[in-house]
Structures are given as structure tokens and as C-alpha cells.
């Protein structure tokens, strides 16, 4: 339960960042941000392993490079939820940010979230 709240958070703080970053990619305020943090790891359970098994043939195809699609339809879907608070303008910005926010997944990962565990 705390490994899954620390993940929103750190996910919530990724979306601060890109939306910092891309004029078409809007959040109205740090609510909303863990609000579509939430979103979008309740999607990630629910959704996406459905997209991936559908999807798989593409994905195998382009070594991978699809689930960056499945991200940003998830995007696309956690904007649609979410209404005025969390806007993308277009699905091209959903890709941008869902590379962007993976690779800050990945260097948080790597850069704190597994030396962390080794210190224990």
C-alpha cells in the first residue's frame, strides 16, 4: 500500500513536471495532478494489461516502442476523465509526454528508488 502511494506521488510529480515543460500539456494545480496520478495507475492495473495483450503482435514488431502508444492512450484516457483540471491538446503530445514521463520513471528508478533498497 505505501510502495503504491509513493508511486502516485512520484508519478503526480512527473505530471508537474512535463506539464512545466509542454504548452500542450495543461494541469490546473497540484490536486489535479494527483488526481490524474491516481487515474492514471488505476488505468495501468485495469486497462493497459488489456492494450499490451491486444496490441501485442504491433508491440512485438517495433521491438517495444508501441507501449509508448499505450501510454499516451492512457494519457488520452486519464484526460478524459479528468475534464478541465488535466488537458492534452493532441494525441501527439500525449506521445511526448508518455516518452518524457517514462524516462523520468526510469531515472528515478534507477537513481534513487534501487540504491534506496540496497542500503537496506
Known amino acids: 500500500m505505501m510502495r503504491w502511494l509513493v508511486s502516485i506521488l512520484v508519478n503526480a510529480l512527473i505530471l508537474i513536471v512535463v506539464a512545466g515543460f509542454f504548452d500542450s500539456f495543461y494541469l490546473s494545480g ?16 485495469l486497462v493497459k494489461p488489456f492494450l499490451i495483450i491486444l496490441t501485442l503482435p504491433v508491440t512485438v514488431l517495433t521491438l517495444g516502442l508501441f507501449l509508448f502508444v499505450i501510454n ?49
Open 30 to 45: 497540484i490536486g489535479a495532478a494527483l488526481g490524474a496520478s491516481f487515474i492514471l495507475s488505476v488505468l495501468n492495473v
Open 72 to 120: 499516451a492512450i492512457t494519457l488520452m484516457i486519464t484526460e478524459g476523465l479528468m475534464g478541465d483540471a488535466f488537458n492534452i491538446d493532441h494525441f501527439g503530445a500525449a506521445i511526448l509526454a508518455a516518452i518524457v514521463m517514462s524516462l523520468l520513471n526510469l531515472m528515478i528508478q534507477k537513481g534513487i528508488v534501487e540504491p534506496y533498497k540496497k542500503t537496506k
